[in-house]
């Protein structure tokens, strides 16, 4: 029968009820679940609040339990990526009865936080009622923080150990990637990603930016951990510090400077910065891009193509010569002057001019103007941004 309840306060410390409390905590090493999910599970499961430290991350994990008591098989987890159906239902019987209390069921007492990790009655903040520990791992533990001690929590806490070490180990070794495909994966959770980054030799609080560089990966812009990651055509370089200068040529996209846990985020702002790369600059700082980094975010490719001054550039670029005259309208942009687009693009002053003035004709508009002006620049750019995506 599924999602039957279960709750520590209604059993009698019998042989039977010991078993039915090993299958509960064998049946979340089973599912993998997270160790989010492992504590949160356990503080229902024992009605009063529960915790995880690992030093070895740096993280630190506390559940209260909820008004109601678990099923064994939730629909939500703390981690998109658990999965409690292995689970097996009925672990602790149908015949569930009432028995001693320990705390409430909304955790208002016996509550223990950020206990050292040794003994049990830990004192923290003039908060603490009482609670037991157990070491789970160096100088990591699990902890249940309640007033008074049940029969069963002895065996609940030597489970959850015997869980949080298993689910502990077991994270980094389920991806198989190298630790920096870990460090920048979306998809992996902060316990694992944190892991990594410790064996990288870098805290995770501490600041990195990553950088989304197109092409191979040049000597002198080398970044932590053995090598860079491929995304296709973008290599992913997780940096502690900027060189002071990019090799000619390089287009480079800058994310912020972010905690190292937060790399993930840092690589899709690279990646946006990326796309703006080659207009202007070859190195673009996210940081920098204030409202076009929105632009960027929201407008889609079928936005784009409805916009007619993209039409009327791509109607340009499919006539003779029209990627020359693409070249010239980007200079342009970027320079502010036919002068300086000439020089750019080498080509004479005349020529640069006659190119503007047929763009003018198509697009229908003029570029001297400062609104005409942003206009250009503005269609342009989304042309740039639809044939360069993530």
């Known amino acids: 029968m599924k999602g039957l309840l279960l709750r520590l ?31 949160r599970e356990t503080a229902r499961l024992a009605e009063c609040p529960a915790g995880l430290t690992d030093p070895a991350t740096g993280l630190t994990f506390r559940a209260d339990p909820t008004p109601q008591p678990p099923t064994l098989n939730p629909t939500t987890t703390d981690n998109p990526g658990d999965d409690l159906r292995g689970v097996p239902s009925g ?12 705390v409430s069921g909304d955790g208002a007492s016996g509550v223990l936080r950020g206990a050292s990790c040794g003994g049990s009655g830990d ?14 791992s160096g100088a990591g533990c699990v902890w249940l923080g309640r007033s008074e001690a049940l029969p069963l929590d002895e065996l609940v806490l030597e489970r959850f150990a015997i869980a949080a070490r298993l689910l502990l180990e077991a994270a980094p070794r389920e991806r198989g990637g190298g630790l920096i495909e870990l460090v920048l994966s979306e998809d992996v959770g902060e316990l694992e990603r944190c892991r990594a980054l410790r064996l990288l030799n870098v805290e995770p609080a501490e600041r990195v930016r990553v950088l989304a560089v197109e092409g191979e990966v040049p000597d002198g812009v080398g970044g932590i951990g053995a090598h860079d990651v491929s995304l296709g055509r973008v290599h992913a370089v997780v940096v502690r510090a900027l060189p002071e200068r990019f090799p000619r040529g390089l287009r480079v ?61 791509d109607g340009l670029a499919a006539e003779p010569n029209g990627a020359g005259t693409l070249a010239v309208l980007a200079a342009f942009c970027a320079t502010g002057s036919a002068r300086r687009a000439a020089a750019r693009v080498h080509r004479h002053h005349s020529t640069i001019a006659a190119r503007l003035a047929h763009a003018e004709a198509r697009l229908g508009f003029s570029f001297s103007t400062p609104g ?5 620049d503005l269609a342009v750019m989304l042309r740039h941004l639809r044939d360069r995506p993530e």
């Open 253 to 313: 996209g800058v994310g912020a400077a972010l905690p190292a846990v937060e790399a993930p985020a840092s690589l899709r702002q690279a990646r946006t910065a990326l796309r703006f790369a080659g207009m202007g600059a070859d190195v673009v700082h996210y940081d920098g891009l204030g409202a076009l980094a929105v632009i960027a975010a929201r407008m889609r490719d079928e936005d784009i193509a409805a916009v007619p001054d993209v039409a009327a550039l």
């Open 9 to 39: 306060s209604a059993l009698d410390a019998d042989a039977e009820n010991a078993v039915r409390v090993i299958s509960f905590f064998d049946g979340l090493i089973a599912a993998k679940v997270s160790p989010q999910t492992l504590v």
């Open 372 to 376: 005409g002006r942003r206009r250009l």
């Open 91 to 102: 672990v602790l019987g149908d015949d569930l009865r009432d028995g001693l209390r320990g």
């Open 123 to 136: 004192v923290v903040g003039g908060g603490f009622v009482g609670g037991v520990v157990r070491e789970i």
